[in-house]
T-cell receptor, first 113, second 118 residues
Framework: GAGVSQSPSNKVTEKGKDVELRCDPI?????LYWYRQSLGQGLEFLIYFQGNSAPDKSGLPSDRFSAERTGGSVSTLTIQRTQQEDSAVYLC???????????FGSGTRLTVV | AQTVTQSQPEMSVQEAETVTLSCTYD???????LFWYKQPPSRQMILVIR??????QNATENRFSVNFQKAAKSFSLKISDSQLGDAAMYFC???????????????FGKGTHLIIQP
């Protein structure tokens, strides 16, 4: 597609429920990143996929967070047993090459009540 | 680990005037990339300008230019002839030039909220 697409745009969930956030990167972009942006903060790196290689999960805050990327394209970020501190905007970005800049989606605003 | 510091949480400028947003970073690497991103209320991060550390010439994109001081580890953004549409959060970001550095993606500052006064 023309840009990075994320869905849903907004998600309200009850504490303890699981949620899935989706990212559809730009076609041909081999690198895909997930970031978390908490209120008034910068962006926190979560996870990185490069092609079909094993992802770098070093930024995931806890084992309740996981992500997968199917066929080197669409990615899903899953948060299990959501907590109120998980409330944030989750941004996805893709890149053709490391120094070329990243194209971001519009994010998913997650609210845990 | 690299760090990026934006010391101005908020800046305000009159429409049509010039404003400079500051950014400093800390790294031991010699090869890296620096970026400025704009985030309007729509939440989408939009690339404003990028600079390769090995290039001495400051990057310029229309009304946006940077003052890259490698020795001082400073990377400020100048916006000339400010327009109402420039109002947004601006984030400075760093990325290692090392191929394996892709694992960490971009390191962001906490952002500067730019207000444009009509």
């Amino acid at each position: 597609g023309a840009g990075v697409s994320q869905s849903p745009s907004n998600k309200v969930t009850e504490k303890g429920k699981d949620v899935e956030l989706r990212c559809d990167p730009i076609s041909g972009h081999t690198a895909l990143y997930w970031y978390r942006q908490s209120l008034g903060q910068g962006l926190e790196f979560l996870i990185y996929f490069q092609g079909n290689s094993a992802p770098d999960k070093s930024g995931l805050p806890s084992d309740r967070f996981s992500a997968e990327r199917t066929g080197g394209s669409v990615s899903t970020l899953t948060i299990q047993r959501t907590q109120q501190e998980d409330s944030a905007v989750y941004l996805c970005a893709s890149s053709l090459a490391p120094g070329k800049g990243y194209t971001f989606g519009s994010g998913t605003r997650l609210t845990v009540v | 680990a690299q760090t990026v510091t934006q010391s101005q949480p908020e800046m305000s400028v009159q429409e049509a005037e010039t404003v400079t947003l500051s950014c400093t970073y800390d790294t031991s690497e010699s090869d890296y990339y620096l970026f400025w991103y704009k985030q309007p209320p729509s939440r989408q991060m939009i690339l404003v300008i990028r600079q390769e550390a090995y290039k001495q010439q400051n990057a310029t994109e229309n009304r946006f230019s940077v003052n890259f001081q490698k020795a001082a580890k400073s990377f400020s953004l100048k916006i000339s002839d400010s327009q109402l549409g420039d109002a947004a959060m601006y984030f400075c970001a760093y990325r290692s030039g090392w191929e394996g550095g892709g694992a960490d993606g971009l390191t962001f500052g906490k952002g500067t909220h730019l207000i444009i006064q009509p």
